[in-house]
């Protein structure tokens, strides 16, 4: 069974940082595109990162510059480097697994940001 589980979310003031980690159980993150995407309140989810199999990102042009999207293979976990957090940050985050023509999607339960001013 696929499981993501994400952390590392919390209360934060703006200008700070925070760290988030997808821990994967059930499926090698190595050889999958993984995402991650986040839904403020009274939005839409949205796409913040991505990164491929082959260690391509890309970003939303709103966390350019701020955010780091990683994996480190051996601990089989996905990361978000969210550094000079703004309010608009807001929201929970979410990890995916993206689909392919082999794999359908996997999603975390997510984990909550607050950015405070």
């Known amino acids: 069974q696929v499981q993501l589980v994400e952390s590392g979310g919390g209360l934060v003031q703006a200008g700070g940082s925070l760290r988030l980690s997808c821990v994967g159980s059930?499926?090698?993150?190595?050889?999958?595109?993984m995402s991650w995407y986040r839904q403020g309140p009274g939005k839409q989810r949205e796409l913040v990162a991505a990164?491929?199999?082959?260690?391509?990102?890309n970003y939303a042009d709103s966390v350019k510059g701020r955010f780091t999207i990683s994996k480190d293979n051996a601990k089989n976990t996905l990361y978000l480097q969210m550094n000079t957090l703004e309010q608009e940050d807001t929201a929970a985050y979410y990890c995916?697994?993206?689909?392919?023509?082999?794999?359908?999607?996997?999603w975390g339960q997510g984990t909550q940001v607050t950015v405070v001013s």
């Open positions: 995916r697994v993206d689909p392919s023509p082999w794999n359908r999607s996997y």
């Open positions: 990164i491929t199999v082959n260690g391509t990102t």
């Open positions: 059930g499926i090698i993150i190595r050889v999958f595109g």
